[in-house]
């Protein structure tokens, strides 16, 4: 097949200094026989157009997680895909959106019976809405923002002063509303789930908080993710959950209803944390997870007896499949060009089958001064 993996780039578009998952995906689709080019894309839109119609992939292998200086921009991008009639990876603009508005995912967790933090959002321009009466502690956080951008020590709050004062701080630096959550006490786990019709959950892995200093509360924030040098990035390890097979079980089942309830496609990872007295929480549904070889992704699906290469073509495989099901814009488009050639209707004639990096620098040098 002809891919091309197509990834944001800081600098330009001309840059080709690739977040290290790039050509760690790149050289597993060749080892797998597939023609690989990888386009940059940073700010310029025609740039981008052009590259994929020289390219002409028959599938892109879409790992674009912003725009310009926009962070929704991977959303679009996912609509450009779309409109120029190419088949990717991972899900489409639709799916996007919810699951990275971190309060509509909870709504329909909700719908479907699935455990989340009750929460409040404070939006910049708007009263605050409320799932009801919270209660103490809370943590806030971004609205949409990911990678624990915005996830501090002080994201922990224990009275109105200084929950008010981060919901500020998040509305100046980070342009994005805040959400306020009930604090889950206990264990995290990260389930990745892989597939469409069937999805499956892989083993889960475990935030490790064992080696934070005494009284640090365990959570996984800016520098415990991105800053090397911090006692909290020392001090947090994830490991391959070492947990009772019904618990396991438990776990992955909550993963895979809540992949469903928010429509992902191909892959994602399920962040969860687990009380003392057995709740499963849904902390957040990450669609087209970060997929680094030493990422939980790929540890977990290595676990599961799914070495890299074979986890990569499985996205492949997942998403040829999905198109060729008939999910996408893709079959639409294909429809309405093609001649009916044998005296059908236009409208008979393509019926639609009715089965069915880079990011993560900035963060590191927000999280070192912080
Ligand atoms: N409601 C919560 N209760 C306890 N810990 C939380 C809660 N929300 C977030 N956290 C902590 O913050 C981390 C990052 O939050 P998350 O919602 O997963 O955002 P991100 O998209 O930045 O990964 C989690 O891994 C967890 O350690
Ligand atoms: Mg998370």
Known sequence: MRITVLTYVEASERSTEYDVVVNQVA???????????????????????????????????????????????????????????????????????????????KKLLAFHGILYPRF??????????????????????????????????????????????????????????????????????YVGVLGNHDPIALPPIELDFSGLPEGVPHVLDSKAKWDENSAAYKGTKSVLADIPDELRAKLQKVSVDAYRALRVRDYGRVDLRLTDTGDIYVLEVNASCYLARDSEFAVAAAAAGIPYPALIQRIVDLATDRYRRGAGLRTRTDSLKKAPSNGKKSGEAGKKSTDEGKKGEEAAKKAAEA
């Open 120 to 189: 409040a959002v404070f939006a910049r321009d708007a009263d605050f809405e409320t799932g009801g009466n919270l209660r103490m502690p809370l943590f806030v956080k971004p609205l949409r923002t990911d990678a624990s951008i915005g996830i501090h020590r002080n994201s922990l709050v224990t009275d109105m002063k200084s929950l008010m004062r981060r919901v500020a701080t998040i509305h100046e630096d980070l342009n994005d509303s805040a959400l306020a959550e009930e604090y889950i006490e206990g264990r995290e786990f």
């Open 27 to 105: 050289r597993a689709l060749r080892r797998q026989g597939h023609q690989v080019a990888v386009l940059g894309v940073h700010a310029d839109v025609k740039r981008v157009i052009a590259g994929l119609q020289r390219r002409r992939p028959d599938l892109v292998f879409n790992m674009v997680e912003m725009f310009a200086e926009n962070i929704f921009g991977d959303i679009a991008m996912e609509g450009l895909l779309d409109l120029l009639g190419l088949e990717y990876t991972g899900c489409g603009p639709g799916e996007s959106y919810l699951t990275q508005d971190k309060a509509l995912s």
